[in-house]
């Protein structure tokens, strides 16, 4: 399964984003999956998670209230009322399962840069 993750962006603080993660020419619909982030100098992160069929979804406790995860064809990662710290590169993993930690799925897409500006 080859993830591939889009929608980052330079933006200013208090903007939206939405991030996409798609499986082209494959199907993922069976996997459970995650939005991590990797800032400059930090682990990666978990940031979301949801079920192979959508209807359980995982937050960081960090993030309740500002982020949702939603899938369709798509598994996507709406962003509202962006922060500075919010910059990351933000990956899409698929799993058997939501977990919270990075080795808990078998395949990731490069990433796409969120640069929020203040």
């Known amino acids: 399964v080859q993830l591939q993750a889009s929608g980052g962006g330079l933006v200013q603080a208090g903007a939206s984003l939405r991030l996409s993660c798609s499986a082209p020419g494959t199907t993922y619909r069976s996997y459970a999956v995650a939005w991590f982030r990797q800032a400059p100098g930090k682990e990666r992160e978990f940031v979301a998670g949801i079920s192979w069929n959508g209807a359980l979804t995982y937050y960081a406790d960090s993030e309740k209230g500002r982020f949702t995860i939603s899938r369709e064809n798509k598994v996507y990662l709406q962003i509202d009322s962006l922060k500075p710290e919010d910059t990351a590169v933000y990956f899409c993993?698929?799993?058997?399962?939501?977990?919270?930690?990075?080795?808990?799925?078998?395949?990731w897409g490069p990433g796409t840069l969120v640069t929020v500006s203040s």
């Open positions: 993993a698929a799993g058997k399962n939501v977990v919270r930690t990075v080795d808990g799925y078998e395949y």
